[in-house]
């Protein structure tokens, strides 16, 4: 089966500016997840979409983070305006369990978008 | 300027050898545990579960033991390789929309 599809791989910015992460997950994945990751730490988990609507944002700085999944399967995050600490590897996920449904809840995840605020 | 990162854990095995990764971990009602590999400019990797029923499970190479006594996950990795070069999360799960909490991670590397 096809993988975890990320878009772009790498992105320099300057502060203030804007940027957008595309994301396609396994097909028939029903959970998305957007996490960042910043170098020499574990992810964070930004938000989490059970198909289209949202599970969990509380770690999402919505000042300057959006992100959506109109239709259930693809997903875009954004990022307006960017700070520099914003620069990490936004990675994105999937998984095909919902929430509630019994054993491990394993994620699939893309290769991520690396992302260099200036 | 000057660069301030946080330094992880780091494992130095030579090849052969078997690798013994730890992990603590904090929320007793947990009640399933990932481990998972990341390498250099990719995405984490879900390498084994167990469940906190079980205290033990095998997979090809690799074994997770967890007690539960003292919260404490390890992978133990058999015959190392070159290949197994990367940083390795565990990972716990709890609650009814099954959030991952994760930890710090582990940097192995194996020599040659």
């Known amino acids: 089966e096809a993988g975890v599809a990320q878009s772009p791989r790498y992105k320099i910015i300057e502060k203030r500016q804007s940027v957008a992460f595309w994301c396609n997950p396994i097909?028939?994945?029903?959970?998305l997840y957007w996490y960042q990751q910043i170098l020499g730490q574990g992810p964070k988990l930004l938000i989490q979409?059970?198909?289209?609507?949202?599970?969990?944002d509380s770690q999402l700085p919505k000042d300057r983070f959006s992100a959506e999944r109109l239709k259930g399967v693809d997903s875009t995050l954004k990022i307006q305006p960017a700070k520099l600490e914003d620069s990490a590897v936004y990675l994105c996920a999937s998984s095909f369990r919902n929430g509630g449904t019994a054993g491990a809840n394993v994620l699939t995840f893309g290769a991520g978008s690396r992302l260099t605020v200036l | 300027g000057e660069s301030v990162g946080l330094h992880l854990p780091t494992l130095s095995v030579q090849e052969g050898d078997n690798s013994i990764i730890n992990c603590a971990y904090s929320?007793?009602?947990?009640?399933?545990f990932i481990w998972y590999k990341q390498e250099s400019g990719k995405g984490p990797q879900f390498i084994i579960d167990i469940r906190s029923n079980m205290d033990k499970r095998q997979g090809q190479r690799v074994t997770v033991l967890l007690n539960k006594t003292v919260k404490h996950l390890s992978l133990q990795i058999a015959a190392t390789q070159p290949g197994d070069s990367a940083v390795y999360f565990c990972a716990e799960g709890a609650g009814n929309n099954r959030k991952l909490i994760w930890g710090l991670g582990t940097s192995l590397a194996v020599n040659p």
């Open positions: 979409f059970q198909n289209n609507g949202v599970v969990d």
């Open positions: 097909s028939g994945h029903a959970t």
């Open positions: 929320n007793s009602a947990s009640d399933y």
